[in-house]
């Protein structure tokens, strides 16, 4: 099985809102909401951003959303401020035996 | 306040053996399902192993079957990552996380621990 598809980069400007997508298959993201998106500044390690497609963890930003689509989940960030600048990743159960989860590529979010 | 502390990463020779540890306090470790998750240089995230909170249950992803054992001693409250037959493609950080009710997502991670494998 490949990793998630992510789009390489996104760009935005301050205030404005940007959406990454993440797309699997029907055996992964499609069949279950089990997507969790994470941000990843330089240099440090991953933070939990949301679980379960749309859930938000207490701590995180209203700001930042997610959603799914057939075989695509979605994370938007609403407002967007220079700190979100950074790494995302999506990450899905992987609905097999021989795979637990796994993750996207990443998306480099640069804020102009 | 949830912390995970990583520690055991080195420079190792290919075909080493090393023992990763994840030292791990202000929550019930013993509740959770624990998760090693890697990070090549310049590259994305990718799932390693996991294990359930009981250790009954053992998860690895396919390149590492064979030569990685995931290993947890909750009265220790510590994760374990033992490698062996180490290879170059090995080389990364190494993040553990938690992973509350075996939900496939991970809350908390530490700061990691950076495995280098040559020679």
């Known amino acids: 099985q490949s990793a998630l598809t992510q789009p390489a980069s996104v760009s935005g400007s301050p205030g404005q809102s940007i959406t990454i997508s993440c797309t699997g298959s029907?055996?992964?993201?499609?069949?279950?909401?089990?997507v969790s998106w994470y941000q990843q500044h330089p240099g440090k390690a991953p933070k939990f951003l949301i679980y379960?497609?749309?859930k938000r963890p207490s701590g995180v930003s209203n700001r930042f959303s997610g959603s799914k689509s057939g075989n695509t989940a979605s994370l938007t960030i609403s407002g967007l401020e220079a700190e979100d600048e950074a790494d995302y990743y999506c990450?899905?159960?992987?609905?097999?035996?021989?795979?637990?989860?796994?993750f996207g590529g990443g998306t480099k979010l640069t804020v102009l | 306040e949830v912390r995970l502390l990583e520690s055991g990463g080195d420079l190792v020779q290919p075909g080493g053996s090393l023992r990763l540890s994840c030292a791990a306090s202000?929550?019930?470790?013993?509740?959770?399902?624990m998760t090693w998750v890697r990070q090549a240089p310049g590259k994305g995230l990718e799932w390693v192993s996991s294990?359930?909170?009981?250790?009954?249950?053992?998860y690895y992803i396919d390149s590492v079957k064979g030569r990685f054992t995931i290993s947890r001693d909750n009265f220790k409250n510590t994760l374990y990552l033992h490698m062996t037959s180490l290879r170059a493609e090995d080389t990364a950080m190494y993040y553990c996380?938690?992973?509350?009710?075996?939900?496939?997502?991970?809350?908390?991670w530490g700061q990691g621990t950076l495995l280098t494998v040559s020679s």
């Open positions: 996380a938690t992973e509350p009710a075996d939900n496939y997502y991970f809350d908390y």
């Open positions: 202000g929550f019930t470790f013993s509740t959770y399902a």
């Open positions: 294990i359930s909170h009981t250790a009954t249950n053992t």
């Open positions: 029907s055996n992964d993201v499609g069949s279950y909401n089990l």
């Open positions: 379960e497609v749309t």
């Open positions: 990450c899905s159960y992987a609905g097999s035996n021989t795979l637990y989860v796994m």
